[in-house]
């Protein structure tokens, strides 16, 4: 690490509220790169959703809960359905998204009606879950059975209730594909995730080379 003093005019500052000055806002490109939360769900009348977020992780461990977040109740730019279902059922399960599933995933996030199953448009297979009537995507590595904790409506510093949803769910039943277990560990980087950049085309890929390992001090 240098000690070189890294000076104050070396670092370009903005306040959000004031834009960013730049060619495109830089925040979620700051914050990232993320992992996809790949929700499925249902409505109260069966239809099944399938759709992205990029504001999704895990949040603790014991017991798992995870969250994600939603720009809108029911999403009026992309017709996510996921919120609504959500609240409706109490359900949903959190898909892994790899760099094999990446173009099908792609496709759930296109402006389709609530009827339209996001299964059938991506060509991808629903399996039955155990504990959470919301099929899971099959071809998945990984997927995580939802129950709903909570859904908080985000407001800003002024109050300001906001268009944006936080859904919090505790992990109920877990599905790993035997081929990602190597001594009794998931192999991640096997599996090859892919995780949100910041801009609309941007994306990153966990592989083997890319992984390291680190261990804590003390």
């Known amino acids: ?56 992780n895990a949040f603790f461990d014991k017991p798992p809960i995870i969250a994600f977040g939603s720009a809108g109740w029911k999403n009026r730019t992309s017709n996510k359905d996921s919120v609504s279902n959500i609240e ?26 609530h009827e339209v199953d996001e299964f059938t448009l991506a060509g991808l297979t629903p399996a ?46 877990v599905h790993i594909n035997r081929a990602y277990i190597s001594n009794g560990l998931f192999d991640a980087a096997a599996a090859r995730p892919i995780m949100r950049s910041g801009y609309m085309a941007d994306y990153f890929e966990a592989t083997p080379e890319t992984m390291f390992r680190m261990n804590r001090p003390g």
């Not at 990232?32 to 759709?51: C, E, H, K, T, Y």
């Not at 109490?90 to 599933?101: S, Y």
């Not at 002024?158 to 769910?169: A, E, F």
Request: overall charge neutral.
């Open 128 to 173: 039955p879950c155990r504990q959470v009537k919301v099929p899971r995507v099959a071809e998945s590595p990984t997927a995580l059975e939802c129950r709903l904790l909570q859904v908080l409506q985000l407001q800003d510093l002024d109050g300001n209730r906001l268009d944006g949803w936080m859904i919090i769910g505790q992990v109920v039943g």
């Open 88 to 113: 409706a059922t109490g359900e949903f399960v959190a898909n892994l998204v790899t760099k094999p599933l990446a173009e099908a995933m792609n496709k759930t996030a296109a402006t389709v009606p």
């Open 1 to 56: 690490m240098s000690n070189t003093p890294i000076a104050s005019d070396d670092f370009h500052f903005y306040e959000p509220a004031k834009g960013h000055g730049l060619a495109h806002d830089p925040f979620k490109a700051i914050v990232g790169p993320r992992p996809i939360g790949w929700i499925s769900s249902r409505d109260a009348q069966g239809r099944v959703n399938l759709a992205p977020y990029s504001f999704f």
